[in-house]
T-cell receptor, first 114, second 118 residues
Framework: KAGVTQTPRYLIKTRGQQVTLSCSPI?????VSWYQQTPGQGLQFLFE???????NKGNFPGRFSGRQFSNSRSEMNVSTLELGDSALYLC?????????????FGPGTRLTVL | AQTVTQSQPEMSVQEAETVTLSCTYD???????LFWYKQPPSRQMILVIR??????QNATENRFSVNFQKAAKSFSLKISDSQLGDAAMYFC???????????????FGKGTLLTVNP
């Protein structure tokens, strides 16, 4: 069974641009969570989706948004990029919500904002 | 809000020896889950071990075991017979298990970088 896939793996953008990251969960998994990982702040929760509905949201500005499609694939969007948005963005999937058992992580998308 | 603290930014261990990584957490909830995740240099995060707060017995997974002290809010990871492949960043994480509508997000500690010396 294929694992969680994230595209693209690497991305370079400039300040003010917007970006869309994609995550395909493990087949059969219906819950997708997004995390931002930076050296300074560590791993921070962005949001979690289940059945195309946002179930939880972290403490990030409105520039960060996401959605989930009927096939459970998820996208996150960051508008008006800032230098501080440079990070590794991790997606994780789980069978159901709440994901009290294991979350399976993807390899991440490395976003660099210049 | 729940917090997770890993007080050891870096640890090292000799191959075949035992090492313990520390984690403490702060919560007012009685029902929750604790996890240790491993992130090797390739960056793919994988689950090492999981503990339900209502279980008194410490979880074990082969060479990995935890020492869960609920009253002290401590959740340390012991790696026995350390191998070169154990070298990675280890994250302790907390997730609420309260079914009363709590936020079920994973809250991570800052991580401990483990080096295994041959």
């Amino acid at each position: 069974k294929a694992g969680v896939t994230q595209t693209p793996r690497y991305l370079i953008k400039t300040r003010g641009q917007q970006v869309t990251l994609s995550c395909s969960p493990i087949s059969g998994h219906r819950s997708v969570s997004w995390y931002q990982q930076t050296p300074g702040q560590g791993l921070q929760f962005l949001f979690e989706y289940f059945s195309e509905t946002q179930r939880n949201k972290g403490n990030f500005p409105g520039r960060f948004s996401g959605r989930q499609f009927s096939n459970s694939r998820s996208e996150m969007n960051v508008s008006t990029l800032e230098l501080g948005d440079s990070a590794l963005y991790l997606c994780a999937s789980s069978l159901a919500y709440p994901a009290l058992n294991e979350q399976f992580f993807g390899p991440g998308t490395r976003l660099t904002v210049l | 809000a729940q917090t997770v603290t890993q007080s050891q930014p870096e640890m090292s261990v000799q191959e075949a020896e035992t090492v313990t990584l520390s984690c403490t957490y702060d919560t007012s909830e009685s029902d929750y889950y604790l996890f240790w995740y491993k992130q090797p240099p390739s960056r793919q995060m994988i689950l090492v071990i999981r503990q339900e707060a209502y279980k008194q017995q410490n979880a074990t997974e082969n060479r990995f075991s935890v020492n869960f002290q609920k009253a002290a809010k401590s959740f340390s990871l012991k790696i026995s017979d350390s191998q070169l492949g154990d070298a990675a960043m280890y994250f302790c994480a907390y997730r609420s298990g309260d079914s009363g509508g709590s936020n079920y997000k994973l809250t991570f500690g800052k991580g401990t970088l483990l080096t295994v010396n041959p």
